[in-house]
Structure formats: structure tokens, C-alpha cells
């Protein structure tokens, strides 16, 4: 009933920028919480940043400084801005979103976590 997309995820040099945009669809209430989260390959996935509804955010100490996370409330979107790129930020990168939908008739509201399906960033000379 409700997914996100990313999109965004590409090959770039160290020192390089890319932007990631995550778009949510479908019978969408409202979203709370929404975050950026990657996994590099042998590793655990972690958090890299998290935005609220009301546009708190908080970033892992590894990207703080790098990495701008924004959301477009209107557009059911939220972005990871990312500069001053690094081999270690290779990772595949995914969306995530608690989301309020809307389903049956007469209309309930439920409550779902949602992940995207990942984007592949890579960080290479």
C-alpha cells in the first residue's frame, strides 16, 4: 500500500558530492520519522541520519559535518545531501519512513515501517 523509491546512488570520486532522494507513494496519511541508513558489504546496516516530522535531525559521528539530510513534507520526500565523499562511505544506502496510511472502508489509519529498496553508492578513484 505505501513504498519508497530511492534514486540517486551512483559511482564518484573521492572528494565528490551526490545527492539521494527518496520518494514515498501510496495511501499516505503522514509520515513521522524518516532516515537514511546504509551497509557496506560485510557489515552491519547503521543509521547515517535521521530527520523528524518537525525537522530534528541527528547524523553518525562518521558523517557529521558531510552529510546534510532534508525532507519535503509536501512531496513525501526526503534527501541525503552528500559532500566530501570518502571510500569508506561505499555502501548500498536505504530509505526508511514511519508512515501513517490510510486503508479500508470507512477509512482506518495504520501505522508501518518502510524500507526502500537501496540505492548503490560507490566512492572510487
Known amino acids: 500500500q505505501v513504498q519508497l523509491v530511492e534514486s540517486g546512488g551512483d559511482l564518484v570520486q573521492p572528494g565528490g558530492s551526490l545527492r539521494l532522494s527518496c520518494a514515498a507513494s501510496g495511501s499516505i496519511f503522514s509520515i513521522n520519522a524518516m532516515g537514511w541508513y546504509r551497509q557496506a558489504p560485510g557489515k552491519e546496516r547503521e543509521l547515517v541520519a535521521g530527520?523528524?516530522?518537525?525537522?530534528?535531525?541527528n547524523y553518525a559521528d562518521s558523517v557529521k559535518g558531510r552529510f546534510t539530510i532534508s525532507r519535503d513534507n509536501a512531496k513525501n520526500t526526503v534527501y541525503l545531501q552528500m559532500n566530501s565523499l570518502k571510500p569508506v562511505d561505499t555502501a548500498v544506502y536505504y530509505c526508511n519512513a514511519d508512515i501513517v496510511y490510510r486503508s479500508g472502508y470507512p477509512p482506518r489509519l495504520g501505522n508501518l515501517e518502510v524500507w526502500g529498496q537501496g540505492t548503490l553508492v560507490t566512492v572510487s578513484s
Open positions: 530527520i523528524t516530522s518537525g525537522g530534528s535531525t
